[in-house]
């Protein structure tokens, strides 16, 4: 029987074993304890075939209770139906793709996206017989005319990274549906607590959570989102390449998510005054934010989720090296940083951080120039 230690063992046997299981009820703490185990024991097979019965804990790459406690809290958060919690964000939206796609089938994106995903669409799935190609998906004309016979996935984000572009969800999703594709949106720089782009008609949703649902810039982790079935493909995957996030980094994020609705709304409104200043400052040529009124996309960012227009903005300053550099070291409060959404403002340069690995030509035709900063 689990937990009964034999008078008869030797000393050191004793100490292997003795308190290794709570003996008293221990259940319903009210903070959220911290489940390191890689595995659960049981007592004969019949246990064994029970706890797979009820999908319950046995080994934790499969299965664990802070992820578990996070899947549930992310599938409140971005209103689906399941998820899983991821080892990064990069992970959440590999399995994704991954998963959801197969040799000659083609995936549509937005042109502007994190650097790193279309490293993956470009380098890795084409290895796989997967073509990716891109447009702007602000223009939705654009969009309906390049979707191909063999399109299975539209993939864009809410807010574009780094050039915060708002693309109509609603519409791309119904472009998406009347194709017989799936749509798929990254909602890091918005999260859930300010656009539900499942309500809005996609079918689903990636999150890096390293960045504002954490919002304390300790901890790596992503998420995806969606309708049980997609998703419980997507575990199975995830089983499998044995990118599951990790327990201490689930409690974290878990534990920053009790007050996202808090920050982000705060980070938001801190973010539409600094664009507000920054345009009328002479230095700088340009500001990227969806609640100035001189955003291509302003009326569409307020009818999908004003007035709370995001924490992240990108703006044009003078891009000579020397320039670039004075600006940076001659920051106080912010400070530069490769990561977002934490609890500081911080700030970085896109063609050396997110976009390093997009060759300059492709880069510059995106409209991410030398003279952003994000």
């Not at 063992?9 to 008293?24: H, I, M, S, V």
């Not at 959220?32 to 075939?49: Q, R």
């Not at 309708?227 to 419980?232: L, N, T």
């Not at 493909?233 to 689930?250: C, H, M, N, R």
């Amino acid at each position: 029987m689990v937990g009964k230690v034999d008078e008869n063992w030797q000393f050191a046997t004793k100490l292997l074993n003795e308190g290794a299981y709570f003996n008293l009820d221990a259940s319903h703490p009210e903070a959220l304890p911290i489940h390191l185990s890689t595995a659960h024991n049981v007592n004969d097979l019949t246990d064994l075939e029970a706890r797979y019965s009820v999908s319950g804990y046995c080994y934790n790459r499969n299965r664990n209770p802070n992820r578990t406690a996070l899947n549930e809290l992310m599938t409140r958060l971005e209103g689906g139906e399941a998820s899983i919690a991821c080892s990064s964000g990069m992970a959440a939206i590999s399995n994704t793709v991954i998963a959801c796609t197969k040799a000659g089938d083609h995936i549509f994106s937005d042109r502007t996206l994190y650097g790193e995903a279309i490293e993956i669409f470009q380098d890795i799935l084409s290895k796989y017989g997967v073509e990716t190609t891109f447009a702007d998906f602000t223009d939705l004309e654009d969009v309906r005319s390049k979707v191909q016979p063999n399109t299975v996935m539209l993939y864009t984000e809410t807010v574009s990274n780094p050039l915060i572009a708002v693309p109509d969800l609603a519409a791309i999703a119904e472009i998406a549906h009347e194709s017989n594709c799936i749509l798929v949106v990254d909602n890091t720089f918005m999260t859930g607590a300010l656009v539900q782009p499942l309500k809005l008609g996609a079918d689903i949703v990636v999150n890096s959570l390293t960045k504002f649902a954490n919002g304390h810039s300790d901890a790596v982790c992503g998420a995806v989102t969606g309708d049980a079935g997609r998703i419980r493909e997507i575990y199975k995957l995830q089983v499998l390449l044995g990118t599951q996030a990790d327990p201490f980094s689930s409690w974290l994020v878990c534990r920053g998510i009790r007050t996202l609705d808090l920050r982000v709304k705060k980070q938001s409104k801190n973010a539409a005054a600094l664009a507000a200043a920054l345009e009328k400052c002479p230095y700088v040529r340009k500001v990227n934010h969806p609640s100035l009124a001189s955003h291509p996309q302003h009326a569409i960012a307020e009818a999908e989720f004003g007035p709370y227009y995001g924490g992240m903005l990108s703006f044009e300053i003078d891009e000579t090296r020397e320039k670039m550099d004075l600006f940076l070291r001659s920051m106080n409060l912010a400070h530069y940083a490769m990561t977002l959404g934490g609890y500081r403002t911080t700030l970085s340069y896109p063609p050396l951080s997110s976009h390093e690995n997009v060759p300059e030509e492709e880069r510059l035709a995106m409209g991410i120039k030398n003279s952003l900063t994000l």
